[in-house]
């Protein structure tokens, strides 16, 4: 099944007198469950890709159905409520809260979003710091952590809602070259345990080299699709 299905999708931002089109003319499906990496350059329009699929920011033209949904006509508060329900991020600077533990931060999702009983809602916690391999760091502040640590509590974070897709922009561009590799390939085995589709950007063609589909864009426009290596 399709998880998500864009054509002819643009993003036109206007600066004064000029119009940037950060995407051009996108067309592509995601399958449920895969491993999908947008590469590109700075500037190529990674980020303007992945928060229009993320339901951050609209299209300027075309289609785009996420889960089902046409996510290109949802008001500000339907987009809210449909990220909430469906989609976790991981960011490259991991946005975790400072003063809460990364127990804390992980549940914190089930707190704002899901309103989870106290009991589930530890179970689940431990679950995914289990999944993470986090269990013993559990009571840490992010400050205490490492980078690859930091970033192994946002997958968590992203996950604990149950979210059928992870939208990653640029995850690894603050880790070094051996921690990255190490937090791509825990998204991997999550994707595995959870069945959950993750969508990761980077400019990093080492980093890059880990998705099974790559999307490679130049200028807004998808110039490449290629699966594992082959090109398709
Ligand atoms: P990437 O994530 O690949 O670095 P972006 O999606 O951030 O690329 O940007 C793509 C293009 O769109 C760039 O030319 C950028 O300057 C422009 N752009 C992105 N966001 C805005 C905005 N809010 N207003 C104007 N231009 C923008
Ligand atoms: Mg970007």
């Not at 987009?79 to 809460?100: S, T």
Request: with cysteine.
């Amino acid at each position: 099944m399709s998880l998500i299905t864009a054509s002819g999708l643009c993003k036109k931002y206007q600066s004064g007198d000029i119009t940037v089109e950060a995407i051009k003319d996108a067309t592509f499906t995601i399958e449920q469950g895969s491993f999908v990496a947008f590469v590109g350059p700075s500037g190529s329009g990674k980020s303007t890709l992945l928060n229009m699929v993320g339901c951050l920011d609209t299209p300027s033209c075309g289609n785009l159905k996420v889960l089902d949904t046409d996510v290109s006509t949802l008001s500000q508060k339907e987009a809210a409520i449909f990220r909430g329900k469906n989609i976790g991020f991981v960011f490259q600077d991991f946005n975790l809260i400072p003063v809460l533990s990364a127990y804390e931060n992980i549940e914190y999702p089930l707190i704002m979003v899901q309103d989870w009983p106290a009991e589930k809602r530890h179970a689940r916690v431990m679950e995914l710091l289990e999944a993470v391999g986090m269990a013993d760091q559990a009571q840490k502040q992010p400050g205490q952590l490492s980078g690859g640590q930091k970033q192994r509590v946002a997958v968590a974070r992203a996950l604990v809602t149950q979210s059928q897709l992870v939208l990653a922009d640029e995850p690894t561009a603050n880790l070094d070259s051996n921690t990255a590799h190490k937090v791509i390939d825990l998204m991997k085995e999550m994707r595995e345990k959870f069945g959950t589709t993750f969508i990761f950007s980077t400019h990093d063609a080492k980093v890059m080299a880990e998705a099974e589909i790559t999307f490679t864009l130049v200028d807004g426009e998808i110039v490449n699709k290629s699966k594992e290596g082959a090109h398709v």
